[in-house]
């Protein structure tokens, strides 16, 4: 009886651990700006990207939800390793979009993002691709 229960609560530990280290389950949520902001980059992103902490490597804003808006859509990556190197959202092509691009496995230029957290889950992920695939509009 204590074996089990021993065993019971190692796996309730490990899963927990698991869950926490690869990000969060948002596949409910509904692809929009809100949500991604309010779901993946308010929590994943504003440690680094922030005006009062490192936007000066990076040289990208996220602070607020319209002021991020306005620093993704359609501008160029201006960052010390990715300068040049392409546009951090363009509607409609998740696949060219940088800021969809950085939270992947192999990113084209700099590092895997959010540097030094855990990486995003599947549906974090896919919460941003469906967003940008999808115009990334601002709602």
Not at 11 to 33: E, F, N, Q
Not at 119 to 129: A, V
Request: aromatic fraction near 6%.
């Amino acid at each position: 009886m204590r074996i089990a229960f021993l065993l019971a609560v190692a796996t309730t530990l490990l899963a927990a651990c698991s869950s926490s280290s690869s990000g969060t389950d948002v596949s409910g949520l509904a692809p929009t700006w809100t949500n991604v902001y309010s779901a993946v980059v308010a929590k994943k992103c504003l440690p680094c990207h922030a005006t009062s902490t490192g936007v000066s490597l990076g040289k990208l804003d996220l602070s607020a939800k319209d002021k991020a808006y306005a620093n993704l859509l359609n501008v160029a990556a201006q960052g010390s390793s990715c300068a040049g190197q392409g546009t951090l959202v363009v509607p409609g092509q998740a696949s060219s979009s940088l800021f969809y691009q950085k939270v992947g496995s192999s990113p084209p230029c700099g590092l895997t993002m959010p540097f030094q957290l855990a990486p995003l889950s599947g549906s974090e992920k896919n919460l941003i691709k469906e967003w940008i695939d999808g115009g990334a509009k601002n709602n």
